[in-house]
């Protein structure tokens, strides 16, 4: 049964957050926040404004059997709510976070799904107790997983069987049924096409105290169709405050189903939101990719079998397994070649972006202004509150107890000194 009085904690979560962004609404202020967030009737009747739309480009790197790197990109399609809307899914998503812990907890999955949960420990921790895990249990076969388009492929209908499974219900209450229609037929509008429909720079647009009046938002907007739907029925929005939750509460049988069978024949089952990951011993193998297979396919997900690791450890491994963004052979745990690369790749165009600049200020070249910046940008003389990545690698050295990551960033001095000079 659902709690007539919301939790305080509920109203805070969705008040604790200040959204500095531009949208098509401004941000409420404390009182005008709690009248709506916790009011279910308000909830039902409120009108949601489409998602704005972003495209984040991330360059890949992958070093192919020959030993050669193959570049490629992959395209995030970020979308974030208007700022009454995200009130609205902080608050919501806190209720269902509070229950789908107790769930968790009734069937001992504490362990076995560790994204988007506050557990007080990094990518690096849970890596590490994977790595510490297969060393311990070896021979065994590290089996890694990974789901195609995870958050564009969940079906609308399990999703919303397993939202109403969750609080106990025969069907969704009102208030949460709004919150389910809004974030499933989705509504989103591409930033960069509003701007330039209605004719706002960029400049101008951080100047506004929203990105168009209503009267605007109908006339341009939604006259001019750049209003996307989506009637696909399936799929929810990246970068929503709920859509991680749900996303989780969504596979919420199928890690009961793969944590039982793990721990049926002494293996290892984690879960970070799409990357799977399996332990088991020779014999298993065969069953567990069946398994796999079968239970994402009930739930209309498919597995990108091209993606999926195999990893033989007796103790070493045939080839090293990635995971979370570190790597393991059986002896040594390593950073991945391609976040490594990523890193000197940025360097190089950090620096090089002030080397070609013209001269400033009596013909004092750019650089030399800057290079105090950059030092401790790309090297370890970053100040304790500044982040670089030498700095995060030092961590993850210490964290790890692996020297060997350390080494592998033993030239980023030259490099960076080399580039400094040209």
Aim: with cysteine.
């Amino acid at each position: 049964m659902r709690e007539k009085v919301p939790p305080r904690s509920a109203l805070e979560a969705a008040l604790q957050k200040r959204r500095g962004y531009k949208h098509f609404d401004v941000p409420l202020n404390a009182k005008e926040c709690e009248r709506l967030v916790s009011d279910p009737i308000a909830v039902s009747r409120h009108a949601f404004f489409p998602f704005l739309r972003l495209d984040i480009v991330r360059p890949r790197i992958k070093r192919l059997a020959s030993g050669k790197l193959q570049k490629s990109s992959k395209v995030r399609d970020i979308r974030y709510a208007a700022h009454a809307d995200a009130a609205i899914y902080a608050y919501y998503n806190f209720i269902l976070a509070d229950l789908y812990e107790r769930a968790l907890a009734q069937a001992g999955l504490q362990e076995e799904v560790i994204a988007f949960r506050p557990l007080g420990r990094s990518n690096v921790d849970f890596a590490k107790e994977a790595f510490d895990w297969v060393a311990s249990n070896t021979p065994c076969v590290a089996l890694g997983f990974d789901v195609k388009d995870f958050f564009g492929s969940l079906d609308h209908s399990l999703l919303k069987r397993a939202w109403t499974r969750l609080l106990a219900e025969s069907t969704l209450p009102v208030d949460h049924y709004a919150v389910y229609r809004s974030l499933t037929r989705h509504a989103s509008v591409e930033l960069i096409e509003a701007r330039k429909a209605l004719g706002i720079s960029r400049t101008a647009l951080e100047k506004k105290e929203r990105i168009c009046e209503a009267s605007e938002f109908r006339s341009v907007i939604r006259a001019g169709g750049l209003i996307r739907v989506n009637g696909s029925g399936k799929g929810i929005p990246q970068g929503s405050p709920m859509s991680a939750l749900l996303s989780n509460i969504y596979m919420l049988n199928f890690d009961k189903e793969m944590s039982e069978a793990a721990r049926y024949v002494g293996g290892y089952y984690r879960r970070y939101c799409d990357d799977i990951l399996v332990v088991v011993k020779t014999e298993n193998v065969a069953d567990f990719k069946r398994l796999v297979e079968d239970k994402l396919a009930r739930l209309m997900l498919t597995m990108q079998a091209a993606k999926t690791l195999e990893c033989v450890f007796t103790p070493l491994a045939d080839k090293p397994l990635q995971y979370l963004g570190l790597v393991f052979d059986g002896s040594r745990i390593l950073l991945r070649s391609s976040g490594v690369a990523r890193y000197y790749k940025k360097m190089r165009a950090g620096v090089r972006q002030h080397t070609k600049a013209k001269a400033m200020d009596g013909g004092t070249p750019l650089v030399i202004q800057r290079q105090k910046r950059l030092l401790q940008q790309y090297t370890e003389h970053a100040p304790e509150y500044q982040r670089s990545y030498p700095s995060y690698v030092k961590r993850v050295s210490a964290a790890t107890g692996s020297p060997a990551i350390v080494r592998q960033l033993r030239h980023h001095r030259r490099r960076f000194k080399k580039l400094m000079d040209e």
